[in-house]
């Protein structure tokens, strides 16, 4: 569950085709525009988000990219867990701390349970947000302003 900057941009991609969905297929190049990205980057974090099964592509003149399930059913969780690697959210040391202190001894058992509870906290936040509640909520910001 590592982080990186591919969960923001499949959450973008992700909202654009359900904002854009009665439009029919979407470009990775108009994609790419809302996301002020590289074509090839989007493809690269849309494959990933295919093989997992939440979007589908069509290749060729007139092809695109498309979600293959309705964005409530998408969870922000689903996006993370399809993109991201299983590196944790909060890693602890990089190598093993002094055994001859009494911090050391301890600290790593301690921060290994710590972050694993905020991992899954993290986790759980993001199972009850969907798609379709972020596409609300951007039209709820973009209503407001």
Known sequence: MGVS?????????????????????????????????????????????RE???VTATEGAGGGWRLARPADSITLLDVFT????????????????????????????YLAEEFAAAQRALADRLATRTIADTLREVRRREAAS
Do not use: K, W, Y
């Not at 590196?87 to 058992?109: D, F, K, Q, W, Y």
């Open 5 to 49: 900057s591919r969960t923001a941009a499949a959450v973008h991609a992700l909202t654009f085709l359900a904002h854009r969905h009665d439009e029919g297929l979407q470009s990775s190049a108009t994609i790419a525009e809302s996301l002020e990205s590289n074509p090839v980057v989007v493809r690269r974090v849309l494959g990933l988000l």
């Open 52 to 54: 997992a099964g939440i």
């Open 82 to 109: 399809s993109v991201e690697d299983d590196t944790p959210v909060l890693p602890t040391h990089a190598h093993p701390p002094s055994r001859s202190c009494v911090i050391g001894r301890h600290m790593e058992s």
